[in-house]
């Protein structure tokens, strides 16, 4: 489209955060950024999606607010415990921490703003490599919701879709921090625990936590969170 106007996904978290500061910094883009209050467990996520908004320089920030509680299936909305330990996520499996379809309803409103205000591209902060094993998060699905905003709106009709960025999408947890540091985030802001206290304090062993302290020690960066245990 041409416009240098992008939306981006920020949740957030280390992933989400390090995207909008790629979209702002290296790219060079005007940035409306969303964020879901979905039914979450906690609002500390959405809290700090804010800060974060502020702190990257994004035009606009916007809280969207969905029901996806409502809907069940996950441990994020409720829907029983938190698993603590990290399994192999090449086993199959898909963890309950899984929320049915979250990107795919991300991606669907986000499309929506980036059509009707004319924006070139959509970032996620989806990452196929450090991952929990979430389907919505392969490049399979991105290439499948690109066709989606090609064949499903009257942009992609005219021959301008907004394009899906993942800037993300093969690196390593210990890369995406290093890039974050090279483009200023202030990782103190970012959460990645599933299950932090009210105090904002991250578990430390939840799969998210894990990978976090991991890509911190990859990266040989200091690691801003202050755990649990």
């Given amino acids: 489209m041409g416009s240098g106007k992008a939306i981006v996904l920020l949740s957030g978290g280390l992933d989400s955060a390090t995207c909008c500061a790629w979209a702002v910094v290296r790219d060079g883009c005007e940035v409306t950024a969303l964020t879901f209050a979905y039914g979450q467990r906690h609002r500390l996520e959405v809290e700090r999606a804010a800060a974060l908004a502020r702190s990257l320089g994004v035009v606009e ?5 969905l029901d996806l509680a409502s809907v069940g299936g996950s441990a994020l ?20 921490t899984y929320v049915p379809a979250r990107n795919t309803v991300f991606l669907a409103h986000a499309l929506a703003w980036a059509e009707a205000r004319g924006m070139e591209a959509i970032y996620i902060g989806v990452n196929c490599v450090d991952f929990s094993g ?3 998060c392969r ?6 919701f690109q066709e989606v905003a090609r064949l499903g709106t009257k942009a992609g009709v005219e021959g301008r879709a907004p394009e899906i960025r993942t800037p993300l999408l093969y690196l390593s947890k ?17 959460l990645s625990c599933y ?8 578990c430390g062993s939840c799969d998210s936590c894990i990978l976090r302290r991991r890509g911190f020690e990859e990266a040989g960066i200091p690691d ?3 755990y649990v245990r």
Avoid: C, M, N, W
């Fill in 224 to 226: 801003p969170t202050e």
């Fill in 77 to 96: 909305t409720g829907e029983g415990k938190i698993p603590h330990g990290r399994e192999d996520p090449t086993s199959g499996g898909i963890p309950p």
């Fill in 61 to 65: 920030h916007h809280v969207i607010k």
């Fill in 139 to 144: 490049p399979e699905f991105i290439s499948a």
């Fill in 174 to 190: 210990g890369e995406i921090i290093r890039h974050a540091v090279q483009l200023g985030v202030d990782l103190s802001l970012t």
């Fill in 134 to 136: 979430y389907p919505d």
């Fill in 195 to 202: 299950e932090p206290d009210p105090s904002g304090r991250a």
